[in-house]
């Protein structure tokens, strides 16, 4: 029987970040067992806890089964649930969920476009995200500007950003001319436009950024923008089981 805070119990059942759920309690709008709940506070499955007066069924998501999906995600739309700019948002498109909310591994800004991954599991999101998973991001970046083999070397030793030291894995020549050469790129960070501030540090510009590849999951090509799909069994084994990401005992599982 779990016995665990609040905020760790929902976000494993996939309502939302853990940050988020903080603040859903600082707010009031979560009750346990009729009562409004405080943030640190620790509950069992047993208990019955509601949402915004909605009801969370926790035993079945403890043992729902774990999915992914997919999104290409297109230029101009935000990360965020919601916008006072009313833009759009990745979270549109993407299907229905019963009991649970689709969270997003990590995010792509406002001009970037390319693999954006979504689940049901606040564990799974978490573990992904967390600096130490050491998982590579592969992107296509259009530069703006001249390179030089000196500014190359550099990029790959390290860069000081203003939130500290950066630098690409790897720098692939992906051809082009002009104001259109295109370059491969491989971090592994999820830090707020880390790829652009880093090229940036070298007086260039990007004019077009997309991620082609999270990890073990690439851009399908065939994917338009603004689609998705789940991912296969045998890229949820590659993503999830492979470097013990997830428990392969505990009880949420995948196909």
Not at 98 to 109: E, K, Q, S, V
Not at 131 to 141: D, K, M, Q
Request: net charge positive; charged share 30%; hydrophobic share 35%.
């Amino acid at each position: 029987m779990i016995n665990e805070k609040i905020q760790k119990v929902l976000a494993n059942a996939g309502l939302g970040s853990r940050r988020h759920i903080e603040n859903w309690l600082r707010e009031g709008r979560i009750s346990v067992n009729g009562k409004v709940a405080k943030l640190g506070d620790r509950i069992t499955e047993t208990a019955k806890v509601k949402v915004d007066g909605r009801e969370i069924k926790l035993i079945k998501s403890q043992t729902q089964r774990i999915r992914v999906l997919l999104y290409h995600k297109p230029e101009g739309e935000i990360c965020s649930r919601s916008d006072p700019e009313k833009r759009p948002t990745v979270f549109d498109k993407l299907p229905l969920l019963r009991n649970g909310r689709w969270i997003a591994i990590g995010r792509l800004d406002f001009n970037t476009s390319g693999v954006l991954l979504f689940t049901n599991s606040g564990k799974l999101a978490n573990q992904l995200m967390h600096p130490s998973a050491n998982i590579e991001r592969e992107y296509a970046v259009r530069i703006q500007g001249q390179v030089t083999p000196a500014m190359l070397k550099k990029l790959k030793k390290e860069i000081k950003l203003k939130d500290g030291p950066a630098r690409f894995e790897s720098i692939n020549d992906a051809g082009g001319e002009g104001t259109n050469h295109w370059y491969h790129v491989i971090v592994k960070e999820g830090r707020n436009r880390v790829v652009r501030r880093l090229w940036e540090s070298q007086g260039v510009k990007v004019s077009r950024l997309i991620r082609i590849r999270f990890d073990s999951i690439p851009l399908p090509r065939l994917l338009a923008r603004g689609k998705w799909r789940e991912l296969t069994t045998k890229e949820m084994h590659q993503l999830i089981k492979e470097n013990g990401r997830v428990d392969p005992h505990e009880k949420a599982c995948f196909k």
